[in-house]
Nanobody
């Protein structure tokens, strides 16, 4: 069974860093397209960053230059390094995997695979 387990969230002050981790099982990680999503209260789920199997990555404009997505294939883990955090980054963060690996494209990726990890940014 496909499993994705997020961790690393917490409370951090504005400007601070945080590193999120997502460890997966149930598919061949090194071949997988991996995503990070987030959902803030009263907001829709949004794609934050993606990394392809070859390491190519992409970011939503509001986090580009502040967040970095990278993968550690031997550990079956994808990371999201957060920096220069601001209040708008407060959300529950979820990871997801591409259809080629999981066989699904959920209508709402946030919460579909894992429970997520909460990030709270305060002044």
């Amino acid at each position: 069974a496909v499993q994705l387990l997020e961790s690393g969230g917490g409370s951090v002050q504005v400007g601070g860093p945080l590193r999120l981790s997502c460890t997966v099982s149930g598919f061949i990680f090194e071949d997988a397209w991996m995503d990070w999503y987030r959902q803030a209260p009263a907001n829709e789920c949004e794609l934050v960053a993606s990394v392809e199997a070859d390491g190519n990555n992409d970011y939503r404009p509001s986090v580009k230059g502040r967040f970095r997505i990278y993968r550690d294939n031997p550990r079956n883990t994808v990371y999201l390094q957060l920096s220069r955090l601001n209040a708008a980054d407060t959300a529950v963060y979820y990871c997801g995997a591409g259809r080629d690996s999981t066989g699904v494209v959920p209508d709402n990726p946030c919460g579909y695979w894992g429970q997520g990890t909460r990030v709270t940014v305060s002044a």
